[in-house]
């Protein structure tokens, strides 16, 4: 049973990581929020930590790449948006 649980959540967390990409870009697409906002950051965060686990399991190393630059890109976003919100 713990094997199988183990084997399933890679998956899981890929998905998970997918859902929060697309859930990010449609709400930027459709003005719900913007790129300004700590909600589209931690979205893309979430998105890149699901796919970047998901890929390393699978070894699909461009997408671990891709997906953990993905990461700290928003991260560093987020950091910004963290030190403009103290300034102010």
Not at 39 to 56: C, D, F, K, P, R
Not at 72 to 78: F, K, Q, R, T, V
Request: hydrophobic letters at 55%.
């Amino acid at each position: 049973m713990h094997l199988l649980w183990m084997n399933s959540i890679y998956p899981i967390l890929g998905w998970a990581g997918a859902l929060a990409y697309l859930l990010a870009y449609l709400l930027l697409s459709v003005n719900k929020i913007n790129a300004q906002q700590l909600i589209y950051h931690a979205l893309n965060v979430i998105g890149a930590l699901g796919l970047t686990i998901n890929s390393l399991y699978y070894a699909d190393l461009p997408n671990v790449v891709v997906n953990f630059l993905w990461g700290l890109i928003a991260i560093s976003a987020s950091v910004v948006l963290f030190r403009k919100k103290k300034q102010n």
